[in-house]
């Protein structure tokens, strides 16, 4: 087995490792974001219009689940 090319491995798992965890990381963070939208609207702090623009964006981000 040449070193090089498990080296090149080992550190192209590390990066995929590093990148799942900063998506979850990401994917928490908007999902507490998404929580905190609909708390403020079941207060109603949003107007409406207000209300509807947010929900576009929170399915926006919900479409690839």
């Known amino acids: ?3 090089d090319s498990t080296t090149h491995y080992n ?3 590390e ?3 590093q990148e799942t965890k900063e998506l979850t ?3 928490q963070a908007i999902q ?3 929580a905190a939208c609909d708390i403020a609207q079941k207060k109603g702090i949003y ?3 207000e209300a509807r623009t947010i929900m576009n964006a ?3 981000l ?3 689940k």
Do not use: A, M, Q
């Open 1 to 3: 087995v040449n070193p």
């Open 11 to 13: 550190k192209k798992s």
């Open 15 to 17: 990066e995929d490792i």
């Open 25 to 27: 990381l990401t994917e």
């Open 32 to 34: 507490t974001l998404i």
């Open 47 to 49: 107007t409406l219009n």
């Open 58 to 60: 929170i399915d926006f």
């Open 62 to 64: 919900n479409t690839d």
